[in-house]
C-alpha cells in the first residue's frame, strides 16, 4: 500500500536519477511525482470504464498546491468522472489494494496536514509528527480509527512507560488525546477514546540551576564543539530556548545587536526582540559564514544544527558533568534565577524570556504595553557579564540594577 505522504516528506524528498512516483496512502491514487530535475507534481491515478487514466493536478513546489489540496483535487476528480458517467466506477489506482479511508494513517496523515502544520509551531509538529511515526503507527496501522478503544490506548501508553520513558509516554497520551479530539470537533468520531485515561508518569516540577563552577566548566567545554558550543554559549548568555537558537538566521539579527524572533518560532506565537548582549554578538560575528545559508549555526551550510543529545553528552563528558544531571533547558532557568540574584525585577526577567504568563497574564497583559527594553539590553548584559566573570576565575560581582 505504501506509506502516508507527510507534509514535511514532500518539502524533503530529494530528487533521484530517474523520474521518481510516490504514492499517498492517505488518498488512494494520489502520487507525489519527483523529477530528477527536482521538480514535484502531484497526479491522480485510476482506473475507469476499464482503461487506466492519470490526470495532473498541478505543482507540489513553492506556491502549488499543498498535500490537503492535491487530496482533495483528486478526491474532486474522481467525483466528478463518476457524475459524468453516473456510475461509481472509478477505482484509484494504488501499488496494493487497500481499505477505507477511515484507517488510522490516514486521518493521521489529515491531522498532520490540517492541524499540526497549519495552526501550531514548526517544532511542535514535528515532534507531534514524530509521536506518531514512531509509537502510533507501527501499533496500529491498518486498523481503522472506530475501532480503537480506551483499552488499546491504555495499553499503548504503558507499554512506553515501562520502557523507562515515562515522559514520552505522557506525550503519547496527549498526542493522541489532540488527535481524537480533532476526530470528534470535525464529527468523524462521536467520542474520543483518550477521555479519563490519566497520565501513566507522574513528571516532577523541574527546579534545576546550574551551579557558578557548572556554568564555568559547560563554558570552558564548549570550545571544541563547534557549531553547537557556540550555540550553548548564546543559550548560556541570553536565556533563550534551544530551537529558537538552533534555528537563528543571521537576517534575523541587525547591526545594533538586536535579535527579532519572528512569531513562526516563538512559542507563545508573538514576535520577540532580543537585546543581545555583547559576549553573543561575538560568538555570532565568529561564526563562519557559509554562502547561500542563513543559518547561524549550522553544520552542512544547508540547515540549522539538530542532535542535540549527541551533543550535549559530548560536552558533559568534557566537562565533567553527568549528562543525565542536567538539560538544556536548566540553562533559561539557570539566567532567570541569576538575573534575580542580580536584582533583576521580575517584570524584567519575564520580558527577557518572552514570558506572558506570571506578571503579565490576564488584564494586567493587555493594558501594560510597556516593553522594558532599556531594563532587558542592560539586564541580559548585566547577566553575560556575571557569566564572563565566571569563567575567568574573578569574584562574581552581586549588582542591584535600578530600575525605572
Not at 182 to 194: E, G, K, Q, T, Y
Request: aromatic share 6%; proline share 4%.
Amino acid at each position: 500500500m505504501g506509506k502516508v505522504i507527510t507534509h514535511r516528506f514532500v518539502e524533503s524528498v530529494r530528487p533521484k536519477a530517474a523520474r521518481t512516483e510516490y504514492p499517498d496512502a492517505g488518498c488512494p491514487g494520489l502520487y507525489l511525482i519527483v523529477q530528477p530535475t527536482g521538480t514535484r507534481s502531484w497526479a491522480f491515478r485510476f482506473r475507469h470504464n476499464g482503461a487506466n487514466g492519470k490526470k495532473t493536478l498541478g505543482r507540489a513546489d513553492v506556491g502549488g498546491l499543498s498535500l490537503a489540496a492535491a487530496r482533495a483535487a483528486a478526491a474532486a476528480h474522481r467525483h466528478r468522472l463518476e457524475r459524468e458517467d453516473d456510475v461509481t466506477a472509478v477505482t484509484p489506482v494504488t501499488p496494493k489494494t487497500a481499505g477505507g479511508e477511515d484507517k488510522i494513517e490516514t486521518a493521521v496523515a489529515s491531522f498532520l496536514e490540517l492541524h499540526a502544520y497549519r495552526k501550531t509551531r514548526a517544532s511542535t509538529a514535528w515532534a507531534t509528527e514524530r509521536v506518531f511515526n514512531r509509537i502510533v503507527l507501527p501499533a496500529w496501522r491498518g486498523r481503522t480509527i472506530d475501532s480503537i478503544r480506551k483499552r488499546d490506548v491504555i495499553d499503548l501508553v504503558e507499554s512506553v512507560a515501562v520502557s523507562g520513558r515515562g515522559y514520552l509516554a505522557n506525550r503519547t497520551l496527549g498526542t493522541c488525546s489532540k488527535f481524537f479530539n480533532w476526530l470528534v470537533a470535525r464529527d468523524v468520531l462521536a467520542f474520543s477514546p483518550v477521555t479519563g485515561i490519566e497520565k501513566p508518569h507522574e513528571e516532577e516540577i523541574r527546579d534545576r540551576v546550574l551551579t557558578d563552577d557548572e556554568l564555568r566548566k559547560l563554558w570552558l567545554a564548549c570550545a571544541d564543539e563547534d557549531p553547537f558550543g557556540q550555540a550553548l554559549r548564546v543559550l548560556i548568555t541570553t536565556g533563550a530556548r534551544r530551537n529558537e537558537v538552533s534555528q537563528m538566521r543571521r537576517s534575523e539579527v541587525d547591526e545594533d545587536g538586536i535579535w527579532t524572533l519572528p512569531r513562526e518560532r516563538s512559542k507563545n506565537r508573538r514576535p520577540h526582540k532580543i537585546s543581545l548582549p555583547t559576549q553573543a554578538q561575538t560568538i555570532i560575528a565568529a561564526m563562519p559564514y557559509l554562502a547561500d545559508c542563513d543559518f547561524v549555526f549550522t553544520a552542512d551550510g544547508k540547515k540549522p544544527v539538530t542532535g542535540w543529545d549527541k551533543a550535549k553528552v559530548r560536552i558533559s563528558a568534557r566537562a565533567g558533568i553527568a549528562a543525565d544531571t542536567w538539560r538544556l533547558h536548566d540553562l533559561r532557568r539557570t539566567c532567570a534565577s541569576g538575573m534575580q540574584k542580580l536584582g533583576v525585577q521580575v517584570p524584567v526577567i519575564e520580558k527577557a524570556l518572552n514570558h506572558i504568563s506570571g506578571t503579565f497574564r490576564g488584564i494586567v497583559g493587555v493594558y501594560q504595553q510597556h516593553d522594558y527594553a532599556d531594563e532587558v539590553r542592560i539586564a541580559l548584559q548585566r547577566w553575560a557579564d556575571h557569566v564572563e566573570e565566571i569563567v575567568d576565575g574573578k569574584p562574581a560581582k552581586v549588582v542591584k540594577l535600578r530600575g525605572r
